[in-house]
Structures are given as structure tokens and as C-alpha cells.
């Protein structure tokens, strides 16, 4: 358990065993860590268990067309997706790669769930989520602008403090941002669209599209 601990922010480690608060808090923070790095960051979820190779190729390959043209990467992403899912076996592989993050989800967060919760539920409990951040995501990589999920290890960058991001968990909208005290540890990440590519723009509206965030990200303040 000491070793476990070691992971936690100072600030928040002093009060963890007694507060329900910072347990919920850093359960929170696991959880969205776990998702990001799991889930919405591989190029394709279900792939990145079967062959590292073949996922970091993959990844380099959106990367460079990217750099040479945004839309053919977008077209190339949606139809090589497309493709991946619509094979005899990749339910399977998915389905697969979901338990696997069940586990390593459940595993990270037991030690700080109360005694009175049973492990059952708890699985129960997290296999919903990973099922629903696994289905959204699917459709999520096959739109034509990117869209990309961002989470620090611990504390919140400054520069995104100040642009009013990292809520505190409280309010979503809260009456003086500046009144939040430290910010000690990220529980969810900051979800953004990038603005619509350069040459697709439809309408004047598109035309005036600068992206969109559809969550600030929240965090856990002290002080």
C-alpha cells in the first residue's frame, strides 16, 4: 500500500485515508487517466493488444500525412477504421482489449474504495464505463476533424489555469475562478474539436469555426 501511495500528490495523500472526498477524488483521476491512455489515445482501440508494431505504424502513418495535408489524413483515418471494424474479429478484439482495461481499471482503484463496497459491484461499475467510453470513442475517431482527449499525471499546467479550464469538480461554472485555490490533481481530461480544415468549409459558418472544447476538463482544488 506504500508503494501505491508514493503516486498520490503530497497534498492530497495527507488527508486520503480520512477524507471521502479525496479517496472519490483520486479514483476519479485513475479512472480518466486510464481512459485517455487506454482508450481515446491509440490510433485504434482492440489493435493496440494484439501488435504494438502494427498500432505505431499506424499512428506514424496519420501523423505524416497529416503534416502534408489534414484532409487526406482525415479520408485515409476514416476508411482504414472503417475497415478495422468491420472485420470477421474485431468485436472480438475489442471486446478483448475492453476487459483488459476492466482489470487494470479495478486494480488501480480497489485499494482506495471503501470496505463496504464489494468487488462485484465495483466491477460492475467500471465495466459500464469502459463500455461506454469504447462505443462513444469508435465514432469519435471517425470524424473528419480530429478529436482528442488531454490528461496531466497530476497537476493542471498553469497556462491552462489561466485560460479558465480545470474546473473545480464543485461548479461547473464557478463564480471566481480565481478564488479556487491550488490545484492539486486532474480528475477529468479537457475533451476538444479542432476547427473545421482549411478548404472543407461548407458555409460562412464553418468558415468561421475555431474548434470546440465539449469539456473544460475538472480538478481537485485544496486551499
Known sequence: MSEILEAVPEPLRLILGSSAQARSAYI???????????????????LHGQ????????TDVSEKLRAKSAHREAFWRQQTLLAAYTTAHAKLHMNKEAGKVVDEMVNAITPFC??????????????????????TWRYV?????RIEASMPEGQPPDEELAEDMWL????????????????VLAL????????????????????RDRGCVYSKGFAFYMG
Request: proline share 6%.
Open 141 to 145: 475517431r471517425l470524424e473528419r476533424e
Open 168 to 183: 473545480p469538480v464543485e461548479s461547473v461554472t464557478p463564480r471566481n475562478m480565481q478564488d479556487r485555490g491550488k490545484a
Open 51 to 58: 501488435s504494438q508494431e502494427t498500432a505505431t505504424l499506424l
Open 114 to 135: 471503501s470496505v463496504e463496497e464489494e468487488g462485484i459491484q465495483i466491477r460492475a461499475a467500471v465495466r459500464q464505463v469502459v463500455k461506454m467510453a469504447v462505443e
Open 28 to 46: 476519479s483521476h485513475l479512472i480518466s487517466t486510464i481512459l485517455v491512455n487506454r482508450v481515446f489515445t491509440p490510433f485504434l482501440f482492440g
Open 188 to 207: 477529468f481530461p479537457v475533451i476538444h474539436r479542432e476547427p473545421v480544415q482549411e478548404g472543407l468549409c461548407t458555409n460562412e459558418h464553418e468558415c
